[in-house]
């Protein structure tokens, strides 16, 4: 890094994402690289990776929240074609499960089929344990701890208990709540799996379906049984991730082990069933807010306690009070565990069901006053670039020409098909780190490669590691080929938290920098002029004072007999940035006598920096509303908590948002003066629901406080009304 | 691309049609009923059952047209013809993705005879004589198909994973009407996933192949 800075102070330019006017790529739209591959099918992920002698994996979860199984593998090992089945007690207590859906046994079999007779032809005999399958069962009185220190855990506060509570006694408005939350599920479309190419021997290739592939050879290898830095990970294309795919899984640690008993490559893949069980998911939340609020629209307390619903995780929440500034305020945060599967982190960990209940009680509060909830919104956040945003989303939704400004209307005059409008907040930190390591390398046949241990999960990673050099080295972006997804390429951190595109892109500046200097360098003499004259434009280098003095690209990297140019970037501070903000609004419609919604439209507007990639980050923000309207709208893990069965592990029985769900989506990169990069995937994710629960109440008065916002739901409320 | 009564049973199988069939029909009746895509396979199956019947008790070769080519590949009853793209065939033709491997997520979508079909839920039994086309035989890298080159220009794709099944299903709407508006493009994706969220990028693309395969028609 020193180096470097000296370098930069003998008086290299600066580094900065340079004249927006002069850009070829960032701040632009682009289509993907990949696109073509992806389009035909071409593209392989590790669903795809077929190796000679290759095995077919699958496990078996454990279909109770807790019990001791007793397996008989014999039966599935005595057919022809089963080559491995193993028991999977590692993460067991005393032979107890701790969660419905932990695997329990897996199998290597010749084909796909022959793998899943096998988990079939399995004998077990479960001894069912007490369970807490929700909360309702794990507060109960006697019930069986799921930790040896019980269930419910409450965590540090923060702020004046006294001082909020004397506040509330002084407020025009006081609304108490209770917000809940069911627990959603990734449910990515490329299940979790591995395909671990080991054959004996003390190496592996392990192909993941991963967000970290830097992250896979240390668990895999310890699997394996093999030294650290003895197995290479590989993820070429990946089918979605969100989260759930940070670390590497039990189905990856199933595919080592089976590998390693069996001595073959497997693959294992799992089936969407078990991908509901056991691969992570978003926590459930109970939130009980008790807001207060001057006549004047000044938010002036609020009284917070929140238990997340992770299972055996302990799930996630930002805090209140989330985005809304109260003059005081007191949080206590918690937990209660459960008998199912762990949370892990999940598009804005948190945020979204933070967002749920402070949006909502910001509404119901502007209500009690009949205040406009817009300019309710605007009164109670500080940053002037809130404001900016939630009026150009009140714009683009036609809030000033909606009837419903000051409240829905009274049940006599409410309409059958009744049409309203609700807001929501954004905040999200993300940033970038030093650790990334990116390669570019100019050979004298023309071509030019960047390479990274980075992964592309959808958001166009590739494309941007291809754009970035294109344009410092004045080349196409079809001239550059990016490489991800393999550890050999060099260390990246996994890609959470909208980390990867501030982590990375300002390495691949770096290092496209660099090769440029280093190129310059080179070819000036051979030009007879100074590197710093030296120009790289329309495939071509050329003389800044002199046009004649110009060699075309393939004729520069001639020059390059003596070799490649081959150099290495490394994060860049001065390119990144973190902290964004963002406002959605949503209209629906309403059929208030079977309690049906329909988003009729919803608006994002979002700031990010330097958008990389316009094209992408657009589509970034419309997959994060998409998602957000079927968490608000569909999406339930359904567990009985008596029979402590899983109701709707499948896509049949557990909704998403098809494409019939959605109308027309609006998304805006906000302007934002800063020129620095920050990443996006999680923001548009955090408010669209809450929105749509806004924009119910607005259209006829039900208030739906318990995601997802489902007729039933939605006419018991408009029932209450009288 | 009609399907000839007459196509061969694979030798040496020990097969009459009819019992097949209805194994079959206990197999996936359910399946089938549950799937929209599926219309013309019930069709089918009912034609043959009204002809004579195939039995298939055990591994059998299974002939049909595949991206073009007359294609013999090994099953057993219970195969299916995404098990027979992803695993049988040489080499494996993983474009049709599984994503459910039970009718719900359509990612495996393929055309049969011209028809979308969920991969997943239809048997190899049922191939006789059809011609079946996957996403690998609309176009290559080099050479997109018009939905293709629409599906990349919009951006109709994120991960990736449902890509080639939405654009299968695109496609076979386009073909039937190259003027088809947002509404019948939704309901030609209605069997259809996406997570990544790139539902409006879909339509817009849809709306744009359409427009140029009818500029290509007239």
């Known amino acids: 890094m020193s180096e470097r800075a000296s370098e930069r102070a003998r008086g290299a330019e600066a580094l900065t994402w340079g004249d927006p006017a002069a850009r070829t790529f960032a701040g632009q739209d682009s289509p993907r690289v990949d696109g073509p591959l992806k389009v035909t099918g071409r593209a392989r992920y590790t669903h795809d990776v077929r190796l000679p002698g290759m095995l077919y994996g699958a496990i078996l979860p454990c279909p109770y929240p807790k019990a001791r199984p007793a397996l008989d593998l014999a039966p599935a090992r005595a057919l022809a074609g089963v080559v491995a089945a193993i028991e999977l007690d590692e993460s067991r207590d005393g032979g107890w499960t701790t969660y419905l859906g932990q695997p329990i046994a897996a199998v290597a079999a010749k084909t ?15 001894e069912l344990g007490d369970w807490c399958a929700d909360r309702a069962q794990a507060l109960a009185e006697g019930a069986e701890p799921v930790s040896s220190s019980g269930n419910a855990f409450v965590e540090d506060a923060q702020g004046d208990r006294a001082a909020v509570e004397a506040a509330l006694a002084a407020c025009d408005a006081v609304v108490e709540a209770t917000y809940t939350m069911p627990v959603q599920v990734h449910a990515c479309m490329e299940t979790h799996g591995a395909v671990v190419d080991y054959r004996g021997g003390d190496e592996a290739i392990v192909y993941a379906s991963t967000q970290g592939t830097n992250s896979v050879p240390g668990p895999a290898a310890r699997a394996l049984g093999l030294a650290a830095g003895k197995v290479t990970a590989i993820v070429e294309h990946m089918g979605g991730g969100f989260g759930s795919k940070l670390r590497f899984g039990v189905a990856g640690l199933a595919a080592c082990r089976l590998a390693r008993e069996a001595g073959a490559p497997v693959h294992l893949m799992l089936d969407r069933s078990d991908e509901f069980l056991c691969t992570g998911n978003r926590s459930g939340s109970h939130q009980v807010l008790k807001g207060g609020a001057t006549a004047d629209g000044k938010l002036q307390a609020l009284l917070s306690t929140v238990q997340n619903l992770g299972g055996i995780g302990r799930g996630s929440h930002p805090g209140h009070p989330f985005i809304y500034e109260p003059a005081v305020s007191f949080h206590q945060p918690g937990y209660v565990l459960t008998h199912t599967d762990a949370a892990v982190p999940m598009r804005a960990p948190g945020h979204p069901q933070a967002s749920f209940a402070i949006e909502s009680m910001m509404d119901e509060l502007a209500n009690a006053l009949r205040l406009d909830p817009l300019e309710f919104r605007k009164q109670n956040v500080s940053s002037e670039v809130y404001r900016r945003q939630l009026d150009r989303a009140a714009r683009e939704i036609g809030w000033a020409e909606h009837p419903n400004r000051r409240g829905p209307p009274a049940p006599s005059v409410r309409p059958e098909k009744a049409v309203g409008i609700g807001f929501g907040l954004a905040r999200w930190g993300g940033g ?4 990334a390591r990116v390669t570019v390398r100019i050979a004298s046949d023309g071509s030019v490669t960047a390479s990274a241990g980075s992964q592309d999960l959808g958001t166009g990673t590739r494309t941007y590691l291809a754009g970035i050099v294109a344009e410092e080295l004045g080349l196409p972006l079809a001239a550059v080929e990016a490489r991800l997804g393999d550890s050999r390429y060099g260390p990246a951190g996994a890609s959470g938290g909208s980390t990867t595109t501030p982590s990375l892109a300002p390495a691949v500046k770096d290092a496209a920098r660099r090769a440029r200097d280093a190129f310059f360098a080179h070819l000036a003499p051979i030009l007879g002029t100074r590197a710093e004259r030296l120009r790289a434009r329309d495939g071509a280098i050329l003389a800044a004072e002199d046009g004649a003095k110009r060699l075309g690209w393939r004729e520069a990297c001639a020059t390059l007999a003596a070799g490649e140019i081959a150099v290495t970037g490394e994060f860049q501070a001065e390119l990144a940035d973190s902290g964004t903000h963002g406002a959605q609004a949503a209209k629906v419609e309403v059929d208030t006598l079977t309690g049906e919604v329909r988003v009729l439209k919803m608006v994002a507007v979002q700031d990010c920096g330097l ?11 419309q997959g994060g509303m998409i998602g957000a309207l079927s968490y608000g709208l569909l999406e339930e893990r359904v567990i009985d908590p008596w029979l402590g069965l899983a109701m709707n592990a499948s896509f049949v029985d557990y909704k998403v948002a098809g494409i019939k769900d959605v109308a027309e989506l609006v998304a805006i990169l906000d302007d934002d003066p800063r020129e620095r990069v920050i990443g996006i995937g999680e923001p548009p994710a955090i408010p669209g629901h809450a929105a749509i629960a806004n924009a119910i109440f607005n259209a ?23 | 691309m009609s399907r000839s009564p007459d196509s061969k049973p694979p030798r040496g199988a020990g097969v009459t049609r009819r019992t097949f069939l209805v194994g079959a029909g206990v197999a996936a009746g359910g399946a089938l009923g549950a799937a929209p895509a599926t219309g013309l396979a019930s069709t089918r199956a009912k034609q043959a059952a009204e002809d004579d019947l195939l039995r298939l008790d055990g591994p059998f070769v299974v002939s049909f047209r595949l991206n073009g080519k007359e294609v013999r590949l090994p099953a057993e009853p219970r195969t299916t013809l995404l098990s027979l793209l992803r695993h049988a065939a040489d080499p494996p033709l993983t474009g049709t993705k599984e994503g459910c491997d039970r009718g719900s997520c359509g990612a495996c979508t ?37 939905v293709q080159e629409a599906f990349w220009k919009h951006d109709a794709l994120m991960c990736g994973f449902c890509t080639p099944g939405f654009v299968v299903a695109v496609t076979a709407c386009l073909n039937e009407n190259p003027a088809a508006g947002a509404e019948e493009i939704r309901s030609a994706c209605a069997g259809n996933i996406c997570r990544c969220g790139t539902y409006p990028q879909i339509v817009a693309a849809a709306l744009a192949a359409g427009a140029r395969m009818q500029e290509g028609r007239r």
């Open chain 1, 700 to 722: 006829c008065g039900a208030r739906v406080r318990d995601l997802p916002l489902t007729p039933d739901k939605v006419l018991t409320a408009l029932a209450a009304l009288g």
């Open chain 1, 611 to 621: 958008a990389v990639n316009t094209l992408a980050a657009r589509s970034q923000i």
């Open chain 2, 110 to 146: 393929v055309l049969l005879d011209g028809q979308p079909v969920y991969a997943c839920l239809t048997l190899a039994g049922n191939l006789f004589g059809c011609e079946v086309t996957t996403v690998e035989g609309l176009g290559t890298p080099e050479e997109l198909s018009t």
């Open chain 1, 112 to 126: 796909p089929e022959l793998a899943a007779d096998a988990i079939r032809a399995i004998g077990v005999e479960y």
């Open chain 1, 432 to 435: 970038g780190r030093p650790g």
